[in-house]
């Protein structure tokens, strides 16, 4: 056989990752305790294949690094190695233009994303590949390896559901599209009059990502330079196939596993596949990278540890269990479904259940983790509470008594923050827990909107429910906003106005106009002006004064300023549900602030005088039902509870007026 | 009972009215025996008794005196006349008979030759409790030049999309190429459930339904459903997947809303009815299932289900065009034992007549006359030194003299004159042609027949 290469990179740029993991390329982040990278490469030597090209942008001298330390780049290697790197490779399309423009491959090459786990035996796909070249040449330029998995399966995560639609005969695609958002599927007229009487509708696939592919594959990446991904390229070749008359074709295997590690969802499925063996040959204990130290023993309900391992009295290894070597585990520990990466040290009563810790990572006594990724250099303190979903990057640390409510994401680097600069890891040790609890919660929310990747939709149908339910209850205190930038930059924009107003004694049309301009300029909904009027002006006594002034101060200081500017409120404080979100952006305020909760009922009896704020509209909002326990405790402040009386009586007694 | 047989014989023939015009339908000979026979005794050799035979006054009257049909057939018929010119539709005819109706039933249409096994569409309709089982085939290529046609006649038809489950058992979408400009549209709910789909064309359908009782009701309740095939069975297939089965147009009033909603009560009913209670208990004890992978329930608690049985292999003929009737006649003749040659016929000696061929009864046949690959029908006339190959000559039929006749098809009491060269024609009922005349690839009808047209 003749050499066929492979390329590998970090997949489409997923946000997710970047944001996540920083500090590591996406292929070198341990499964099952072995780089991602690792089980690419040993499920292409196993096919035969004998030379690779390794193609990364990203974080390539790291890549390079871990390649030359592995078993691949040894002499006795059976398939050769070579890493290219460019800055320039931004996608598959860039990729394969560059293979084309160097000339790298002759002969049929086999096309693999480098987060691809697998055993699938390709041998007859090849056979059936060659067969279908030598027929007819230059006519199938690609065959595609799917895996049969109905819908339902683990593997399959909502993103890579395709359809496609296939003659039942030569098994060609006629059509491939993604599934993801679509109620209805199209097929056109046209892929049915190919001649065949047959056809199938397959929606039972999952794309595993390994191709094999002609040579001319490359050429046709360049001739379209539009091509960026291989959905581009599967799409235009079908489209255009009366033209080109080029055709894809495909394998579909039933047995044999097959997945991409394209998000956290898909992670947690493979690992616990992995550890449950279905990858065979490819296991944790085969030690198929042939590290040394990273042997591991495997004994009943797939348990396995590493060398150096050592676990307290009372603690069990329920079942599904790989714990990597000089791992310390407490007494009483419960861990199931679980990867615990080298050098750990966990305490004593510490609950596990489909965790993914990597290394030396800490962890105190009495914690709990649900299905929860934990990264490298992590301590988790005493008494927290991991629910599910929940992601700790690196160098996080956490608690001690916190419980991270579903989903939450801590990171020590910021989302929007390009991801060239390493300076941030300084930043960790010498800032205070309370301060870091801070600036992650913020992340935890941002986190909600960008990271659905590890929630599993059990039910599909209602996809659209859970995730309006997930981000719903926070949407009052920080508007959840793609674009966090403007908000920021226009919420500073809005301080800087009403402190000019103060200090020149604007007028209040004035200032209304500025904001107006303002809005525009930011393309800020009328809704976040008025959220973020409120906050800054709740704000602005802190500002002005330090945030360090007591109750008293901060009362003294806001109410003039809200007599002052109470023409601007009402401008934008209008209809009853104007009062509602004014009311919830306040409560947000105050969460923050515990604090000054008693500056609270000043706040809202002198809006009310002010008639910024009706009492309908006050009552609705106290009696609306709170989703967290923190604005529950501020309900039952006592000082708000008598003001709400206070609102009650008068109004029963204006009705008893009339 | 378990199923009342219907057979719809009332069809006019509209695809070959050159054939038609004056012999009905249900009366053409294939393989001299009248078409309608082959329905009948298709339900005669699975056990069927009784048959209501839904047609017309002329076949009434024909039924009643054919001798062949009357002894061949043990079937106790129920024959139901309808009006021609009512212009009902099947599903008319079926509201028309809703009072003989007491079971599900199974429907066929009386231009249906097949040698399938019935109880492979039934045992679907009963294994599953499936509200529609149908027949289909892969269709058969014609072989034959057919008469009055110019070249080889291509595909004109639109094709039919059947889309079944990887068992090829489920029905799960029928659409006609005309209707689906827009291209092919699937709801992703469907492909959930049935997450591989084989659609197929070039599927010939039989016009064979087993239909649950209720759907008769159904009918009753939605008068505006004319035609079993055209409108009830595409209905029937699509309300496998809707979620309520309640939905109907605003715009009505709500007086016939109420009486939908009847009707699609109704259809809710045909599974609950009698037994439905314990099938229902014996699906939730059992571990069988309909499909793999999810783990619902089976058929995703569906209650209306549709089958189809398609047959790769065996005969199956649908005689609605002369394409088709023509190819009956040649492959029928081969699946009886009868002798080729009817006892009552009078051949001569010194003729010759092929294995191949078919000489129906009373049939003269004179000297140095030589018939090949050709089926003769009752009471016809041929004179000396005939050559007839690769014809079909129906009843009462007088070919004089020294006629060649090739590849064509001569309808009841037709006179061809002396010496006439017919080839690849159609000579309509009742026509002369004239001596010595040289025909090709025509279709010689008589001109109040073209005025009918």
Redesign the interface.
Known sequence: MKSITCYLFNSEFQTIYRVTFHFSHQALLPLANVSMIDYTLEFLTSTGVQETFVFCCWMASKIKEHLQKSKWCRPTSPNVVHVITSDLYRSLGDVLRDVDTKALVRSDFLLVYGDVVSNIDISQALQEHKQRRNMDKNVSVMTMIVKES????KTRCEDDDI?I?MD?KSKRILHYQR?QA????????NI?HSGS????????LLDCHISICSPQVAELFTDNFDYQTKNDFVRGLLVNEEILGNQIHMHVTKDGYGARVSNLLMYDTVSSDTIRRWVYPITPEANFADQEGQSCTHSRHNVYRETGVSLGHGSQMEENVLIGRNTMIGANCTISNTVIGANCVIGDNVTLDRAYIWNRVHIADDVKVKQSVICDNVEVKHRVVLNEQCVLAYNVVVGPDITLPEGTVLSMHHPDEEDDEDDDEFLSDDNDVGYRKDKTKQKGINGDTMFPGLVLNAD??SDSESEVSEGSHDLGSHPASPELDDVKVFQNEVHGTLQRGLDENISCDNLVLEINSLKYAYNISLKEVMQILIRVVLEFPFHQQGAQISTAQYSSHLLPLLKKWAPVFKNYVKRPQDQLDCLASMEGVFLERETHWAALVKVLMSMYQLEILEEEGIMHWFNQGSTTDKSQQLRRNQGLLKFIQWLQEAEESSEGDE | MELQAVLMAAGGGSRMMDLTYNTPKPLLPVGNRPLIWYPLNLLERVGFEEVIVITTKEVQKALSTDQRLKTDVKLRLDVVCIQEEADMGTADALRHIQQKIKTDILVVSCDLITDVALHEVVDLFRAHSATLSILMSKVHEFTETVPGQKGKKKAGEQRDFVGVDVTGKRLLFMANEADLDEGLVLRKSIMRKHPRMLIKTGLLDGHLYCLKRSVVDFLVHNKCVTSIRGELVPYLVRKQFSKSLNSQNATEDSEKNQKQQDAHHNLELLSTSKDEALLQLARERSCWNDHRGDMSEAYHGGKLRCYVHIMEEGMCYRVNTLAAYIEANRVVPKLFEDPPIHPAAVVSERSLVGSDSIIGPLCQISDKTSIKRSNVGTSTTIKEKVKITNSIIMNGVTIEEGCNIQGSVICNNAVIGRGADIKYCLVGSGQHVEPEAERTNEVIVGSDQLMEI
Request: overall charge negative.
């Open positions: 109905p819908p339902g399966h359809i639609a039942g599934a679509l109620k209805r599927l199209h097929f056109p007229m049915f009487d047959e056809f199938e509708i397959r929606f039972d599909p149908e």
